[in-house]
């Protein structure tokens, strides 16, 4: 199993794009002939050089009269010059008429300018009456004509071969008569998902399976590279279907994109099926860089083949780092403007020392307009890590920290993204996503990103300025919610509502309180350290010891899975709904929603903490007057179980 | 004809835009379900709550080994645990086993946990040997473990309405399981182009047509809005065929895009229309803005009309002013960013006091990156004046004039304009157009902004900085080409190439000299003022005047056509070759490609202004290079007749 050491010679990303060009020469890619009208955000593959002048004949600019410019010369206002009106012409129609001395013939914009005519008179300096036209003003040769070809003439090149085909260049290409275009074609990326536990979205899942993201969103990122995804879908760890799905891949396409299967633990897969397929066509067997340290480039056919890590954001990543500048030599797209932007950088963050980092982080604007960038500190694991991140920053191997206040360049994964207007860090609670929604309703341009951490953490981002709400429910042993906790803290609290807090359990379990739990009937699941619900658990068990005379420690050790946490209610809800615990502390409405039986234990207090310098930041303030509208009350109250509204929702409580 | 008068009632933008927003009430716009597939770019049209905990069980977060962490509490490097190895199980598989103390079973990224176990310890901190592990390190409860729902958890709203889905958005639902996605329909744009002159692309031009532009810009424009653009072609100066195209537009779309017609002067055909259409229709009657005056707004079926200039820069710019923003409402698209830039205003410039202004501009990059912008003083009805302007700048109406060097906000008309690395601007010749495709050839990534606008105009150009490189080609009385033209001035001078010039006429016709214009037997056509071939006209006329004993002033007067002015080599070529004129001045290459008899006159020195400050520029460098290079004498002496590439091209002269 000497592949298990294949991560041992590491390379760098510099290396890895200097292997990706020599090893992939971009020769003159494939050439289209396409209608104009599927042209626009094309490149073009030739020189377009103008079959025809344009104008095609002289033409007058201006709607008025095709004169002799002679004729009119020392004509003024006080001194009109007469003409006598030959006729007219219209744009688009052939022109018989001739203008002789002392002649004039109406003209439309656009119409061809009679023989014999060389300049045109305004209709607004003229005065038209019985078949004769008074000239108030003299013209000069030339005058308001627009002479064949002086616009475009024939054989200019008027467009060169590499433009982007905007609807300006769409607007030439008519001009000069053409339909269609030759651009360049665009390269086919097939995309292949590996691993035994994805399933494909729309299908139901299997036990312990998950669904596979990677497809669709290096789908997107490839459509947006402009190239043409091809999706191959999801393959398990079985060998010939593998190695089938990557020949099948490879005939069908220009470049082949996998993800997962590159970890050297379990499954060496990829790399036998590698060079088995063509000896030797493994290049780079993964990089000194965090995350995508399993990263695998292959040739075969001549084809290259990207193999990315697993993890969503990880594929991201990488994609973004290596597989996007590829795709853009073969596309001669220029990348879209606007995709690095500066930020400061949000706390003193270590890192390891001797690795580049490319640091997930997501950026919030701040009231004054500039942009603050905190790293995501969420496993890359998560999609939630994933959906957060706005885009990168790249720490060199050599530094092992990042300054406070720092001026980074975020490498955005998408032009499309836009920094948050508001940001939401806590606890998570459904009725936070309900106000939300209303506050998107009212105001659809305004961009909430909502991170679910639980209390504790949530007071610390707003602390640093990284949230401007941190929603929480943090139970004191003075019995008071959330107000303990933010003293001497340059935050304010804003009242929220109520909820019903219990113990869940299924249908046909018997649970009267801690005794069930201390004598070892029930398994118990437990929640994190730091989340509000496990300062309530905590507090009701030194009740309960305080009454039977026990020490907590002593208490803790006998429940059995008190030292099992999860971070959710849903998790506490699934996990007792399936078997795998008993029972388990959540708030009322996930014992509705997994139809569970609800002992309930006490009603907390869920309020909002806000940086004081954040109280007057206008979506800030709309998200207060949501909680005090009525409709909040009443569409929280109704979806939510458990959930009440009080009087003084809305209201400053520090 | 009262309707004559109806530009006296003016409106201005921002009463356009009032009046916008409260006749076309944006109601709640069509919703559609797509393949997530599709999704990219579109925008959510309902908040996505999950339907399931992320993940749906209790999995591992790395390669390792799930055990009790109770059973490894106090393990280092020096005194492992050793623990029983149960099995292995594997991501996307069943787990049977169950971990008990002193157990261990291993597990791969993703797998589920096994029962009992509340840890996995990473692969790193093991040494698997003889169906026991020794564990190096302590594990912590929950440690490497993702918890179910810890990631997403069932009935958080996880995406909201009015979301734009880039890739990581389609990640997300596709992580949900969720196939097809709710979104807002596309609103349907029919595009119209009035005028009897217009014909469409692909189609052959009849006499005194020119092809329709607006009809493709707006489809490109509409497309690139986010909307579905519907073409519904050309039609004539024809009131019912108008009326009829008209209503079928309504019928099949919810907004109707016209351009032409609708200028006061001829043709009040539009209005006449609206009015049967639906008496009172008509909203807006004209615009106190420059350029788009012309532009008219109704209201037709509920739905709106918009009915822009003819003359494609200004069409383009009321598009952008008023129907972009109304289509972005209906979209809910975000205007895509980096949209406006800063620049400083290359000149002076006088404009019109109390009226508006939408200066077209173009916009070059600085050596140092700064961005300068330059009106665009090329007439609006020119194609080459709206595929030279990058977007414009916003001139307010009470003021009369603009600074030089006056920071300016430029709107680009499209995120996917870049300004150009290389700017050309000057007298028209092929060989400067075989020049820059050589140049461009080797480096795709430059941009080539080439503008033909005369010798003189081109010299002018690159004293202001506005252009890098001026092709010029002047003579002066001295007999010497150029380098007089550039003395006194911050100028230096490249060598270029040579080009034969001559006349042409017809094959049919006989021409010797000057005696046959003289005699009036033939008709001239002349070059405008200004141009080098002017300038060797006047020359050459001059020399026959001392020889015939004329004055210049009768010898012009008795030379028939010598007052028709045209702007290019073209336009003179087309002009004698269709018979308007019998004899003009060209370069050899417009003769034989208008297959017309020529007689040369000289040759003449065609070279390269630059400015001192911008030699050291690498784009003008590159140039230069060009100029030396064995490719261009090749292929410039091939291609085009009459040119010759010196020893000494690309030498500085002065």
New interface residues.
């Given amino acids: 199993m000497g592949m298990r050491k294949i991560f041992r010679k590491l390379a760098t990303v510099e290396e890895a794009a200097a292997v990706i060009r020599e090893s992939f020469t971009v020769e003159d890619f494939k050439v289209e002939l396409i209608p ?2 599927d ?3 094309r490149i073009l593959a030739e ?1 377009v ?1 103008s079959p ?8 007058s ?1 201006m ?2 009269y095709a004169v002799r ?2 004729d009119t010369f020392g004509a003024d206002e006080t001194r009109p010059v007469s003409l006598r009106l030959k006729g007219r012409v ?6 018989e008429l001739e203008v002789s001395v002392g002649e004039a013939v109406e003209v ?5 300018i009679p ?1 014999g005519a ?1 300049a045109v008179v305004m ?1 607004e300096y003229t005065m038209e009456n019985d078949g004769a036209i008074q000239v108030f003003r003299s013209a000069s ?2 005058e308001n004509i ?13 467009l ?21 275009v030759k651009v360049y074609a665009k390269p086919k990326v097939a995309i292949l998902s590996t ?9 139901t ?17 490839v ?2 590279a402009g190239c043409i995804p091809i ?1 191959m879908g999801v393959v ?2 079985d060998e010939l279907k593998f190695k089938s799905s990557l020949t099948k891949a490879l005939t069908s396409s220009d470049v082949v994109i996998t993800s997962g299967s590159t ?1 050297a ?3 060496d897969m990829m790399y036998r099926v590698l060079e088995e397929l063509e000896p030797g066509s493994i290049l780079i067997h993964g990089l000194s860089v965090k995350p995508g340290k399993p990263t695998v480039i292959a040739r075969v056919m001549g084809k290259p083949i990207f193999g990315l890590p ?1 993890y ?1 954001a990880s594929a ?1 990543t990488i994609f973004n780092l290596l597989v996007k500048p590829y795709l853009a030599s073969l596309t ?1 797209l ?1 990348p ?3 995709s690095v932007v500066e930020a400061r950088f949000a706390m003193k963050l270590v890192k390891a020392l001797g690795r580049r980092e490319l640091m997930p982080v997501h950026v919030i604007r701040e009231d004054g307009g500039g942009l603050v960038a905190y790293p995501i500190l969420k ?1 890359s ?4 890590s ?2 957060l ?1 706005d885009g990168y920053i790249d720490v060199p191997a050599h530094l092992n920290f990042l300054e406070e206040g720092e001026v980074v360049n975020v490498h955005l ?6 920094p948050a207007d508001l940001v939401l860090i806590g606890s ?1 609670c ?1 009725a936070v ?1 309900c106000a ?2 209303m506050l ?2 009212r105001d ?2 305004c ?2 990103k ?1 991170v ?1 951490v639980g209390s504790t953490a949530g007071l610390n981002a707003a602390v640093r300025g990284e949230a401007d709400l941190a929603g929480i429910h943090l139970l004191h042993s003075s019995g008071v919610y959330n107000e303990p906790y933010i003293k001497n803290k340059p935050l304010q609290l804003v009242r929220g509502y109520n909820r019903v807090q219990g113990f869940a359990f299924r249908k046909n379990v018997s649970f009267q309180g801690f005794d069930d739990l201390i004598s070892g009937r029930l398994t118990f699941i437990n929640r ?1 350290r730091g989340s509000g619900t496990r300062v309530l658990i905590d507090m009701l068990l030194e009740d309960y010891c305080r009454r039977a005379n026990l020490s907590f420690r002593q208490a803790a050790a006998r429940i059995k899975g008190f ?9 506490v ?3 007792v709904k399936t078997g ?1 615990a008993d029972v388990g502390v959540v708030m009322e ?2 014992a509705a ?1 997994y139809d569970l039986n609800f002992k309930p234990i006490s009603v907390e207090e869920y309020d909002f903490a806000v940086r004081r310098d954040k109280v007057n930041k206008p979506e800030v303030k709309a998200f207060i007057e949501t909680l005090k509208s009525d409709e909040f009350k009443v569409e929280a109250e109704a979806r939510i179980p458990g959930v009440t509204v009080p009087e003084d929702a809305g209201e400053f409580k520090l």
Wanted: charged share 20%; with cysteine; glycine share 14%.
């Fill in positions: 104009l009208t042209a626009l955000g020189d050089a025809l002048d344009v104008p095609g004949f002289d033409r600019a709607d008025g410019a002679e219209e744009a688009g129609h052939s022109v439309s914009t656009g119409a061809p023989r060389n209709v040769p030339g627009t002479s064949a070809g002086s616009d475009i003439s024939i054989g200019e090149v008027i060169r071969r590499g433009s982007t085909i905007t609807y300006r260049e769409m607007g030439v290409l008519a001009a000069l008569g053409l339909s269609q691993g035994d536990e994805l399933a494909s979205p729309g299908s899942l299997k036990n312990f399976q998950v669904y596979d993201v990677n497809s669709y969103s290096l789908f997107a990122a459509r947006e999706m398990g760890d970890s633990g379990f499954g697993g969503p991201m001669r220029q879209p403007g606007g496993g694991g998560a999609v939630t994933f959906s991140a994964y998408s032009p499309r993204l836009k998570h459904p996503d939300v929604s998107i309703n659809p341009s961009r909430v909502a679910n994190n030292n099992v946490e999860c971070k959710t209610h849903s998790s809800a699934s996990a795998k409405a996930y929603w």
